[in-house]
T-cell receptor, first 111, second 113 residues
Framework: GENVEQHPSTLSVQEGDSAVIKCTYSDSASNYFPWYKQELGKRPQLIIDIRSNVGEKKDQRIAVTLNKTAKHFSLHITETQPEDSAVYFCAASSSASKIIFGSGTRLSIRP | DAGITQSPRYKITETGRQVTLMCHQTWSHSYMFWYRQDLGHGLRLIYYSAAADITDKGEVPDGYVVSRSKTENFPLTLESATRSQTSVYFC????????????FGPGTRLTVL
């Protein structure tokens, strides 16, 4: 079946450094790629998303890049801060009713 | 966010019992979703609904039943709970479905003994 692979499963970076999380997807019909952040004990919340007609999108310290040919997309967080510590999920959607999530990356920011 | 709520927040039940998890949203979003979250698996779609009285299976529907008689409510029922259904369950809603932002409820932690 369709799947989304996410790497790494855990990531620890020094405060102020950058963090990169990568995802690959198998469904070539996927055209919407959101990223959700889930703080400990909280609900997932959308932080950024990208559609297949765009190669890169930025929002302050967060950016997402998409390579449709290679079927992979990445989340980049620059100048990391303690509040960036959370679990991040990528996802790929090909329709209003179909979405596959990655298995998550636990990001820890070291002071 | 008071826009989408779930109840109960915590539930302990026994194998074989029927359990219903409730989800309510105040935005009148057309689409609603149920996910389960397990370590190592991320979020997996159980069922979704495109509108009142329209529901369909997601990735892992076995052992679950849903209904949607009103736009704002989307209950999930485990007809005969099994230990493998121990999980955290999230409900979500979206105006235009999975290819737009989904708003998640606070989750229900279900333990099946």
């Amino acid at each position: 079946g369709e799947n989304v692979e996410q790497h790494p499963s855990t990531l620890s970076v020094q405060e102020g450094d950058s963090a990169v999380i990568k995802c690959t997807y198998s469904d070539s019909a996927s055209n919407y790629f959101p990223w959700y952040k889930q703080e400990l004990g909280k609900r997932p919340q959308l932080i950024i998303d990208i559609r297949s007609n765009v190669g890169e999108k930025k929002d302050q310290r967060i950016a997402v890049t998409l390579n449709k040919t290679a079927k992979h997309f990445s989340l980049h967080i620059t100048e990391t801060q303690p509040e960036d510590s959370a679990v991040y999920f990528c996802a790929a959607s090909s329709s209003a009713s179909k979405i596959i999530f990655g298995s998550g990356t636990r990001l820890s920011i070291r002071p | 966010d008071a826009g989408i709520t779930q109840s109960p927040r915590y539930k302990i039940t026994e194998t074989g019992r029927q359990v219903t998890l409730m989800c309510h949203q105040t935005w009148s979003h057309s689409y609603m979703f149920w996910y389960r979250q397990d370590l190592g698996h991320g979020l997996r779609l159980i069922y979704y609904s495109a509108a009142a009285d329209i529901t369909d299976k997601g990735e892992v529907p076995d052992g679950y039943v849903v209904s949607r008689s009103k736009t704002e409510n989307f209950p999930l029922t485990l007809e005969s709970a099994t230990r493998s259904q121990t999980s955290v369950y999230f409900c979500a809603s979206s105006e235009q479905g999975a290819f737009n932002e989904q708003f998640f409820g606070p989750g229900t932690r279900l333990t099946v003994l």
